[in-house]
Nanobody, 118 residues
């Protein structure tokens, strides 16, 4: 069983919005710092945002002001609300424990693919 399960991806028109969800049956999100990452074809995985156990968010400069990370502890779910999407946001999006060097992480889920295209 995967440690993390992401959902919510799909085809989005430029300028559109999408909300991604991440759940886990193995990790209690209220007790740890969780993060969203993405990996575009040919690129390394990129840290986008993280949220601490006490709900303090931080964002990468590349998505600041467009993406919002949040958490629902009752549902053990972390969200990534994405606004004003563009083609450069096309990628596979995944959640995991927070790390500023994501290649050192393991236990990746399947991820969810977001394609921004008209």
């Amino acid at each position: 069983q995967a440690w993390f399960e992401e959902s919510g991806g799909g085809l989005v028109q430029p300028g559109g919005s999408r909300r991604l969800s991440c759940t886990s049956s193995r990790v209690t999100f209220s007790r740890t710092t969780m993060a969203w990452y993405r990996q575009a074809p040919g690129n390394e995985r990129e840290l986008l945002a993280h949220i601490t156990d006490d709900d303090r968010p931080r964002y990468a400069d590349s998505i600041k002001g467009r993406f919002t990370i949040s958490k629902d502890n009752a549902k053990n779910t972390v969200y990534l609300q994405m606004e004003n999407l563009n083609a450069e946001d096309t990628a596979a999006y995944s959640c995991n424990y927070y790390s500023n060097i994501p290649r050192y992480l393991s236990k990746w889920g399947q991820g969810t693919l977001v394609t921004v295209s008209s």
